[in-house]
Each structure stands twice: as C-alpha cells, then as structure tokens.
C-alpha cells in the first residue's frame, strides 16, 4: 500500500544543490521534504571544493563561524605544473570576500552540518533510503513525486517538486526534459594515498604529454585524480595494475613508493565525466537545478557551488510565491533565466579549455608511452601570461572562486 503525505515542496536529492535549497526555504518558514535515496551522505570521491562563493552564503546565513570548525583545508592559490614550469593560475587571496580561499573539506560533512542546521527549523522534513523513482502528474501539471522506501511505496504530493538528483536526474527523464550533450574528452580516474608530513603542501595538477595528474592535499592523505581520454578506462586496465602504478609515480616521484597501496583497480573510482544542459530547466510545478540541470566538468571544481548558486537563485525568486500557494510557469522561468546565462559562460569556458588545452595534453602521446618522445618545456602562451601578470591570477580568482554571477541571501527567515 502506498503511503501518501504532502508539502509545499518536494526536493529530490539531498545534495548541495537540494540540501541548501530546503535549508533557505525551511529558513523562511516553508514546508520542505527532502528525498534522499542513500541511508547517509557518505560517498568516495564526490566534489570537496567550497569555493569562496559558498563560503560567503555561508556567512549571509550566519553559519560560517560554525561551519569552519569542520576539518579543512584552505588553498589560496590554484598552481600547476607543465613540463618543468610552474604556473600560478589564480590567486583567491585577494578577493573582497569574508573567507577568501577554496576550503577542500569532505562534501558529506557539508551536507550533514547543513542537515543539522535544517533540522532547527520544524518545516524541514528529511527523508534518507527514499529514492525519487518519477513525478506524478494532473492535466499535464506536476503534482508530486513517487518514492522507493524501507516502508514501501510513498507518494509526495507538492505544491513544486525540486529535481536534484544529478547528472542522472530520474526527475528530468520522467518528466520527458530534453537534455543537450555538449561533449567532453576525459574521464578521471580518482584514488587516494597516504600522506607524509615531509611532503608538499600544495594541491596542484601536473600537465605531461598523454596524461594529467591532480593532487589534492586532505591532510592525512592525497586525493588523486588522473585524467584520462574519454572511454579509455578499459585501456588502462589492459595496461595492468604494474603499469598505473609506474605512470604515477612518474607524474608525482614523492608518491612512488606509497603506489603500492593501490592493491587493485576496485580502488580506483571512474569519473565519468559530463557537460551537458537542459534545453528548458522547469514544467508547470517542476524545476531542476544544479546537476539534473546542467552536469559541469571537473574543470576549475566550480560543479557544487554553480548549483548552490541555483539553489539560492530559486529561494529568492519563488519564496514568496510558495508562501502565497501558487508558484506560476512565469516563476520558474525567471530561475532559469537567471542562472542561464552563468550556466552557459561557465560551461563555454570549461569546453574551451577541455578542447584546447586537455584534449590535446591527452593525445599527444599515450598513456603509458615507452618510447621516450620529446616533453615539452614550456606551457601554452596563456599560462605563461597569467603567472607573469598577478592582476591576471586575481580574474581567474574571480571567475573561479565567485562565478560569473554570484547569487546572495535575499529569502527572508520565517
């Protein structure tokens, strides 16, 4: 027997971009449930970069203090390595923010201090081990959500459903959204390895011909990611475990002797990477955000905070509406419309530099090339101008750590 409830909004997905829009709304006195289809947030290798951005909605909410005692790491600079030439690509130091800096801390440990602080509010209902299966309809119109539980069938019936289920979206498909591929040319290959006080403290990538190699410093251990060409995965396979090892330890020589923790590729979690956006992000009395929306690249790390930007862009817009029972086709367009256009720039920059830049790193040479072909010394003109001029470190500063169009706190707290 299906069990029925209902709210005034309905959020599929518990992640950044749905966890921070039911916090706004159960702040201004909203009811919300959030549909979550794991028992807990804990997941291995999801994103870990709150950007500066986030940070200062964080402190709009009057959250950041609390939240800064969470374990993190803070980067100020975004550096890499092309050949033997280091690149200062962007500097966040200087932004005119409160926290200026990428705080790299575990996303569910983000999403758990944002579960908890909803928890204050009695409008905000949260619902682990509930998968959002498909949304249900009256005379074309979305009138709630259908939902797998431990107690069976439930049904959710909501002024507005919220699709927040990512770039796999279960709410977007059932509705019969329309999404465009853009493309993209990698994957990344994530894993970790134990870190010694002796090592660098720097996370950074390492560009080499064929292969691309990111370390991300986590305090105890490295998160590391090697990106690889797109559908390449059973290639490196093939190569065997012995050769992935060798390959790292090339790209990073302090890790050498610690890649034979890697004891078998079941270790290695496969990011497959997307770039894609919905034609039209809403029907009447649905809307999608962040990933189920529009699936970033890994490039620049900006995927979480671009949704919560979403996610504060529709608290603002249909706070009132939902108030006032009655959110309109004109309401949801306005969201989309607001957060189109950094959609679309932030996604034209990462395919530029996808396609002018990775791609052509990852076919220069294959992944796990004997042959000693020349590496170049250099980096691209670009690169070499951006570490050579600080002013051009301080805008890519700005476009990664605050976004095209940075979106504040505006819903009021009920």
């Known amino acids: 027997m299906t069990r029925t409830i209902s709210t005034s909004c309905c959020i599929a997905g518990g992640g950044p971009a749905g966890m921070m829009l039911a916090h706004l709304l159960a702040r201004s006195g909203i009811e919300v449930v959030v549909l979550e289809k794991h028992a807990d947030f804990l997941r291995d290798f999801r994103g870990d970069t709150i950007h500066p951005s986030t940070l200062e909605i964080m402190h709009e909410l009057g959250l950041d203090d609390e939240f800064l005692k969470l374990p993190h790491q803070k980067v100020l600079t975004l550096c890499a390595e092309v050949g033997n030439e280091r690149i200062a690509a962007a500097d966040f130091s200087r932004l005119p923010v409160h926290h200026p800096y990428v705080a790299f801390m575990p996303q569910w440990d983000f999403l758990d201090f944002l579960a908890n602080q909803s928890r204050r509010y009695p409008s905000f209902r949260l619902l682990m081990r509930a998968e959002a299966t498909g949304v249900t309809e009256e005379g074309g119109r979305i009138v709630g959500v259908k939902a797998a539980t431990d107690e069976g069938p439930l049904a959710v019936d909501a002024q507005l459903v919220i699709g927040a289920d ?14 465009e ?106 809307l999608c955000i962040g990933d189920a929306a529009h699936a970033m690249s890994p490039v620049g790390g900006v995927g979480i905070n671009l949704a919560i930007q979403d996610a504060v862009a529709s608290a603002n817009i249909l706070s009132r509406p939902l108030k006032l029972g009655k959110v309109t086709l004109a309401d949801l367009a306005a969201v989309q419309k607001r957060r189109l256009w950094p959609t679309r720039a932030t996604q034209a920059g990462q395919i530029f530099i996808q396609n002018r830049i990775i791609a052509s790193v990852l076919q220069a040479r294959d992944l796990f ?46």
């Open 369 to 414: 090339a004997t042959d000693g072909s020349k590496v170049p010394t250099r980096p691209p003109l670009p690169a070499r101008l951006v570490t050579r001029f600080s002013l051009l470190q301080r805008i890519l500063a700005r476009l990664i750590g605050m976004g095209v169009r940075p979106e504040h706190v505006r819903a009021a707290k009920g």
């Open 166 to 179: 990512g770039r796999h979206s279960t709410i977007r498909k059932s509705a019969g959204l329309v999404v």
């Open 181 to 286: 591929d853009l493309g993209a040319p990698m994957d990344v290959l994530w894993f970790s390895l134990p870190r010694l006080d002796s090592d660098p403290q720097d996370t950074i990538g390492r560009f080499e011909p064929g292969a691309i190699f990111i370390n991300v410093n986590r305090a105890d251990h490295w998160q590391c990611g090697l990106v690889i060409a797109k559908g390449s995965i059973d290639v490196v396979r093939r190569g065997g475990l012995a050769a992935f090892r060798a390959k790292i330890g090339e790209l990073a020589p302090f890790l050498a002797d610690r890649t034979v923790g890697i004891a078998n590729f079941d270790e290695v979690s496969l990011l497959t990477v997307r770039v894609d956006r919905l034609r039209r992000w809403y029907r009447d009395g649905l």
